[in-house]
RNA sequence: GGUCCUGUGGCCGAGUGGCUAGGCAGAGGUCUGCAAAACCUCGUACAGCGGUUCGAAUCCGCUCGGGACCUCCA
């Protein structure tokens, strides 16, 4: 293991390239990807993100590494927009709602985590919120404001990006430059308190009617949406970690203020590879709620939406998604997920297959060489369509080893299996989502079956064609093989 | 308007300067009582126009189309 340990890659949008994995601690990783503002249901686009950073995980940790995953909830500062009364979404989830902004954040919470509880995402090590990390947020302020990169305006405190610039390169990650940005800055009403309209709030003043508000050495208010995250990385991760991860569009404003409030507070650039999975779009746009072009993953499950043609599980979804690189545009449609059904039917059979299957006195592929190509794949920055290539592979191989064409070794027969496992449900996180594992439904169909098989041994094709028929009315499908008869 | 990404066979999607992923759909075949499944065979695709090269879909330029960001967004 400690080879293909050696050979990951990373594309780093910081550097623009693929670069060699190395852990500031060899074999420890620490990995921060932003998490979601809790004031409405996710959609399913936020949900590739998060999937999308789930493989990373679970292949960081099937390589041996000992991974600190965190992962956070935003439950104050995110505003609605960048105008100095710019309201935050939680607050006004909750004025429109009639609740308490905690209530809020709370019911969108447990449905966020029950959404990634069904695509099968495991939970982060640490997931902390920004209201509970407050005096750590006013902390790093400090240390900005001692550093002489933020300046105080009305109780407020805003980051002093011109000054930054001087020192270090603001926009390194998001390929900006200053001067394009000041010459294309929109104006927007109130900002008479920054010195500059590219500063971004560090804390800002609460007026006297707003709910979430604490004290600080500036007076009541409450943090910038860009610290939390700089805050609680450090406190979890240090001053400097290992891979911080989010969605393109977090790349520009919110990354690059992460980038900058954490050296301007601690001196280093806070993370060594970022990483930025792309956009999931709906019949070719990009979801959006105003629009109405987005799609909540309950719809989806249940068939209740306009898009799409039928129902869809999670893990079929998850597969489509893991057949599409993390970096890639995903263009979600009825048809293309029906062909991901199909496929995902086609690699739990075989994975059903495999455990069944009988070895042989040696094997007619090299499955040592198979084996190497899921690494191989999965190494160079987590190619996962290319990874479900090299399965559907070994999906045609065990088939034939099925049939009697092929033939594997004891030794090998294991190895396949192991790593199969490992890969399709430990690091695609697939796992069998059919009615089959049914355990009160399998003494029935046994019986059924074998009543079947009667009728075919005494050539009674319409008695075991009327049982044919009758199960797949009720959606169940019959096959008949050299071994026996199975159903799923 | 600015910055950047992208355009692959019927559909979805990898990838590469020359050795032509994979899934789905389609055609033919093997197997099967018939099906289904599985297996075998079949598609010479890379937006358009130029250029570089012995050779480009892969590099460069232009044109057209799609997208992201620039303002909240996974």
Redesign the pocket.
């Known amino acids: 293991m400690s080879t293909e340990k050696e050979g990951l890659k990373i594309y780093n949008s910081l550097a623009?390239t693929k670069e060699k994995f190395i852990p500031i601690n060899e074999g420890f990783v620490g990995l921060y990807v932003?998490?979601?503002?809790v004031y409405n249901n996710v959609?399913l686009?936020?949900c590739?993100?998060?999937i999308s950073f789930d493989m990373v995980y679970r292949y960081l940790h099937h390589l041996g590494f000992k991974v600190r995953y965190v992962r956070n909830i935003?439950d104050v500062g995110?505003?609605?927009?960048?105008a100095d009364e710019?309201e935050d979404?939680i607050a006004k989830k909750a004025r429109l709602e009639e609740l308490e902004p905690m209530e809020i954040v709370q019911q969108y919470t447990l449905d966020f985590h029950n959404v990634l509880e069904k695509f099968n995402t495991v939970a982060p090590n640490i997931e902390p919120t920004a209201t509970g990390h407050i005096i750590e947020q006013i902390e790093m302020i400090k240390a900005i404001l001692d550093n002489g990169f933020g300046y105080e305006s009305n109780g407020s405190v805003y980051f002093d990006v011109e000054k930054y610039n001087a020192s270090h390169p603001y926009g390194e990650l998001?390929?900006?430059k200053i001067e394009?940005?000041l010459s294309?800055?929109?104006d927007?009403d109130g900002q008479d308190e920054k010195n500059n309209?590219l500063d971004?709030a560090l804390w800002k003043n609460a007026a006297e009617e707003h709910i979430m508000k604490w004290p600080s050495p500036w007076g009541v208010g409450f943090p910038g949406?860009h610290l939390e995250c700089s805050a609680m990385s450090t406190k979890y991760l240090g001053e400097q970690f290992d891979i911080h991860g989010?969605?393109?569009?977090?790349?520009?404003?919110?990354h690059e203020c992460e980038i900058a409030q954490g050296t301007a507070s601690n001196g280093v650039s806070p993370v060594k590879y970022w990483m930025h999975?792309?956009?999931?779009?709906l019949n070719?746009?990009?979801?959006?709620k105003s629009t109405g072009n987005s799609i909540l993953p309950a719809e989806l499950f249940s068939g209740n939406n306009e898009f799409m043609e039928k129902p869809f599980g999670p893990m079929v979804v998850r597969f489509?998604m893991m057949?599409?690189?993390y970096r890639?545009?995903?263009?979600f449609?009825s048809?293309?997920l029906?062909?991901?059904e199909?496929?995902y039917d086609?690699l739990m059979?075989a994975m059903r297959s495999l455990e069944v299957v009988k070895a042989g006195e040696q094997s007619s592929v090299d499955v040592k060489a198979m084996v190497a190509s899921f690494y191989e794949a999965m190494n160079?920055?987590f190619?996962a369509?290319?990874l479900?290539?090299k399965l559907?592979?070994a999906?045609?191989y065990i088939?034939?080893i099925?049939?009697g064409?092929q033939s594997i070794g004891s030794a090998d027969l294991q190895l396949l299996q192991k790593e199969m496992n490992a890969f399709v449900a430990g690091v695609l996180g697939i796992r069998n989502d059919s009615s089959s594992s049914n355990g009160k439904l399998n003494p029935v169909m046994d019986l059924v079956l074998d009543l079947r098989q009667e009728a075919?041994a005494n050539?009674d094709?319409s008695t075991?064609?009327k049982i044919?028929d009758g199960l797949a009315n009720a959606g169940i499908?019959?096959?008949?093989?050299?071994d026996g008869t199975s159903w799923s």
């Not at 999975?277 to 779009?281: A, C, D, E």
């Open positions: 623009g932003c998490g979601p503002t959609h686009g936020n590739r993100t998060f935003t995110h505003l609605v927009d960048d710019g979404k998001s390929g900006r394009d940005l294309n800055t929109r927007l309209p971004f949406w989010g969605g393109m569009d977090l790349k520009f404003p919110h999975g792309n956009m999931l779009t070719g746009k990009k979801m959006s489509f057949q599409a690189h890639s545009p995903l263009d449609t048809e293309a029906t062909a991901a199909k496929g086609k059979e160079d920055d190619n369509p290319i479900v290539a559907f592979d999906v045609k088939n034939s099925k049939d064409n075919r050539k094709w075991s064609d044919r499908v019959v096959k008949d093989t050299k």
